[in-house]
């Protein structure tokens, strides 16, 4: 009854449509694809940690854009957080938002921030789960190439932090790193 009573109220305090009003405009929000490149050095390690990625997500406005990206790590140093015997190569999703400040332009400063979790399995043992966020800042290039895609070039500087570590800190540096995206919007 409660709902009958609900919608009678709506339907009356909706305004007619008219005939000769337009159609409404429906805007899309343009989709992404990218591929990303990066190289970590982690603070304790020996060596340097490259990374690759394909990643997919949607423009949601303002400059802001919001999408999955499925991260693949080969050799892995050891001394990081995957321990003395890391596993060869590891893997997992991040989930990435940026923000680019000025949207409109064909260049512009962004914010990246990620966070995800990658895994592998040293030989003889059992998986290891690394939860992994990022936060970069860069800069974006994009050139239209016709009226529904963009391509985009994207290098950017950034930190892996390290939240709740085993000496009791809440956040620290795990490592810093360089990226480069290149990818397309597509309306």
Known sequence: MFSLLLGLAHAQSAPAPTPDAPPEEVTEAPL????RGSIAVPFSGSGDLPAAGLGLGLDIGDGQSIGIRA???HDVPPGTRAGLNPPPWA???MVDFNLRFQPQATRSAFLH???GFVYGTPEGEENIVVPLGEV???LEFDRKIDGKRTLFLAPELG???TFFNADGGLISLEAPYAAFSVGMRIK
């Open 32 to 35: 992404y694809v990218m591929t």
């Open 136 to 138: 970069g800042f860069g």
């Open 113 to 115: 921030l990620s966070a």
């Open 71 to 73: 991260v693949y790590m």
């Open 159 to 161: 930190v892996i932090p």
């Open 91 to 93: 893997w997992g999703p």
